[in-house]
């Protein structure tokens, strides 16, 4: 079985390949679900990490609906990832209506044939997974990330199950809550990939800072935080008045 490890920085890539994992998955934000991460953190990974890496292209938090300035953004990343030497990227496209953006899709895998994609779990967000399976096999795709359209992959073993017992090639890759408690269910049920981060959270600070920094309203799956063009443009004027 391949032991995939969200790795979200160089010290839990180092972690994951010291500790045994096939692969990586590399990403910054956990918190949000992941974004591409630095090129100062991908250029160092690729020099301390000899077991494969696939990156997250992910441009922003929130929907997995894409502005044209986005989508060029996520072609420049998979290029510098293949221009690296990476094994692979992670990525996922939907249109508003939680369909597959199959158009966009096919361009992004276009870029660079050698590397590998995995579908992240943006397809926990489809409205048929049975039926855009085979849509992303045929895309090119050799790994769905997914916990089943649950909460967690456990929840939603049946779904997953189902996908793996009826998969071509693709391999169907449990994530979301893996952990010691639940791995062993999802072995004996025969999938061949596990998606896990086993994060732990290391207090670094004597105390807890005066100020927050995290923004909670920030936090949204159906809404992106933008800049405002007329609120800024009345900030500009009145200062300049």
């Not at 995939?4 to 972690?15: M, T, Y």
């Not at 992303?136 to 967690?152: A, M």
Request: hydrophobic letters at 45%.
């Amino acid at each position: 079985m391949i032991v995939e490890v969200c790795a979200n920085s160089l010290e839990s890539a180092i972690n994951a390949e010291k500790a045994g994992a096939s692969r990586i998955e590399l990403c910054s934000e956990l918190a949000v679900g992941g974004i591409t991460p630095s090129y100062g953190l991908l250029k160092m990974v690729s020099e301390e990490i000899s077991i494969p890496v696939r990156v997250l292209i992910r441009p922003r938090s929130g929907d997995f609906s894409y502005s044209d300035a986005e989508f060029e953004i996520m072609k420049r990343d998979i290029e510098l990832c293949a221009e690296i030497g990476f094994e692979g990227v992670v990525l996922g496209l939907l249109l508003p209506d939680f369909s597959l953006d199959e158009s966009r899709l096919s361009v992004l895998r276009a870029i660079d044939p050698r590397l590998n994609m995995t579908f992240h779990r943006a397809f926990d967000w489809v409205s048929k997974p049975e039926e855009a399976m085979p849509i992303i096999e045929n895309l090119g795709f050799d790994t769905i990330l997914s916990s089943g359209q649950e909460n967690k992959a456990i929840n939603g073993v049946n779904l997953l199950s189902k996908l793996h017992q009826t998969a071509k090639q693709l391999t169907i890759m449990p994530g979301s809550g893996v952990n010691l408690e639940t791995i062993q269910s999802f072995k004996e049920i025969g999938f061949h990939a596990i998606h896990l981060s086993a994060v732990q959270m290391n207090q670094k600070l004597a105390q807890r800072p005066k100020v927050p920094m995290n923004s909670a309203s920030m936090l949204s799956d159906d809404a992106v935080p933008i800049s405002n063009l007329e609120v800024i443009r009345q900030i500009v004027e009145t200062v300049k008045i």
